[in-house]
Antibody
C-alpha cells in the first residue's frame, strides 16, 4: 500500500527541539520531492519546507517562518523523511503533515499523498 | 510570496445545489493551481491539479477552471451537484513558486 506515516509529535517547551519522522511505503522517496505542511489548531494549511529529489541533489527549501530553525533529512535505507525542529516557539504548535510533492522532469507539482499528521504542541 | 485569497470563507447550500468557490492569486501562478478537500480531523486530499485536471477517482461533479483571460490569477472550483459527503473545507494552493502558499480555506456546509 502506498502511504506515509508520521510520528514523533508531542509536547515540548518553548526553545526545545523535536524530530518528526515520516515513513513511506509503496514508493521510493528519493524519486520524489517530499514536503512538510502544517496546520495550527483551527487554522489553514501552511507549507513548511521540502527536500528535492535525488536528481536535484536533495536540496532543501523552507518557509521564512522556520528558516534557520528547521532542517529536513532523509534516510533512503529506511525510505524515511525527517523534520528536525529546533528553537521551537508557541506559534509552531500544529499538526505536521508529510506530503509527497513533485518529481523532476514532470509537471506533477502537487501533493498527491499525505500522511495522517502528528501533533506538535509547544507550551510551558 | 504569492498570496492566495479564497471566497467565500464559508457557505451553506442544499443537496443538489451548484457550488462555486473562487481563488485569486496576488500574481500569476500560470496553471500551477491545485485544490484540496479536507474533512474534519483528516488529512487533506488532492481533488484537482494544474487548474482543471481531475485526479483519478475524484467524482466528476468536481471541476476546476481558470479565468478566460489567461491571467493565471483567478481560479474556480465548482461542485455541480452538492452531496452530503462534500461537507468539508476546500483549499486552493499555488505550486508555481516557493514558498508554496494556500488559500485560507472555504468551509462548505449542508443546509
Amino acid at each position: 500500500e502506498v502511504q506515509l506515516v508520521e510520528s514523533g509529535g508531542g509536547l515540548v517547551q518553548p526553545g526545545g527541539s523535536l524530530r518528526l519522522s515520516c515513513a513511506a511505503s509503496g514508493f521510493t522517496i528519493s524519486d520524489h520531492y517530499m514536503d512538510w505542511v502544517r496546520q495550527a489548531p483551527g487554522k489553514g494549511l501552511e507549507w513548511v519546507g521540502r527536500t528535492r529529489d535525488k536528481v536535484n541533489s536533495f536540496i532543501t527549501e523552507f518557509a521564512a517562518s522556520v528558516e534557520g530553525r528547521f532542517t529536513i533529512s532523509r534516510d533512503d535505507s529506511k525510505n524515511s523523511l525527517y523534520l528536525q525542529m529546533n528553537g521551537l516557539k508557541a506559534e509552531d504548535t500544529a499538526v505536521y503533515y508529510c506530503a509527497r510533492g513533485g518529481r523532476a522532469g514532470t509537471e506533477e507539482w502537487y501533493f498527491d499523498l499525505w500522511g495522517r499528521g502528528t501533533l506538535v504542541t509547544v507550551s510551558s | 510570496d504569492i498570496q492566495m485569497t479564497q471566497s467565500p470563507s464559508s457557505l451553506s447550500a442544499y443537496i443538489g445545489d451548484r457550488v462555486t468557490i473562487t481563488c485569486r492569486a496576488s500574481q500569476t501562478t500560470l496553471s500551477y493551481l491545485n485544490w484540496y478537500q479536507q474533512k474534519t480531523g483528516k488529512a487533506p486530499k488532492l481533488l484537482i491539479y494544474a487548474t482543471s485536471i481531475l485526479r483519478s477517482g475524484v467524482p466528476t461533479r468536481f471541476s476546476g477552471s481558470g479565468s478566460g483571460s489567461g491571467s493565471g490569477t483567478d481560479f474556480t472550483l465548482t461542485i455541480s451537484s452538492l452531496q452530503p459527503e462534500d461537507l468539508a473545507t476546500y483549499y486552493c494552493q499555488q505550486s508555481y513558486t516557493i514558498p508554496y502558499t494556500f488559500g485560507q480555506g472555504t468551509k462548505v456546509e449542508i443546509k
